[in-house]
């Protein structure tokens, strides 16, 4: 069992940053190996992927974040943050995080922090 919390979202003006945190934490001896990702949706659509990190610290975005998104993660590979720059209003969602052990297609996933971005 994986429990992610998110943290740091807010309401900012266009043109703003925030930085989003995940923090993954289990009951199990280790947290097991994995990638770490970003989601957000919005009212009515469905899910999309925003930024993902794998354990080797290899990162991949969207083509509607990149060069505007910067995801990382801690040495102990149990936090995720997402630095969000020039934010716009089409950015504004509901974002969560996403984890998924190495070798495994169960997702385990945050209850969202809420992004808004006004213009």
């Known amino acids: 069992q994986v429990d992610l919390v998110e943290s740091g979202g807010g309401s900012v003006q266009d043109g703003g940053s925030l930085r989003l945190s995940c923090t993954a934490s289990?009951?199990?001896?280790?947290?097991?190996?994995?990638?770490m990702s970003w989601f957000r949706q919005i009212p009515e659509k469905e899910r999309e992927f925003v930024a993902r990190?794998?354990?080797?610290?290899?990162?991949s975005y969207a083509d509607s974040v990149t060069g505007r998104f910067t995801i990382s993660q801690n040495n102990a590979k149990n936090v995720v943050s997402l630095e969000m720059n020039s934010l716009k209003p089409d950015d504004t969602a509901l974002y969560y995080c996403?984890?998924?052990?190495?070798?495994?297609?169960?997702?385990?996933w945050g209850q969202g922090t809420q992004v808004t971005v006004s213009s």
């Open positions: 289990t009951s199990a001896f280790s947290l097991c190996s994995h990638a």
């Open positions: 996403k984890l998924v052990c190495d070798g495994s297609w169960y997702p385990y």
């Open positions: 990190i794998d354990a080797s610290g290899t990162t």
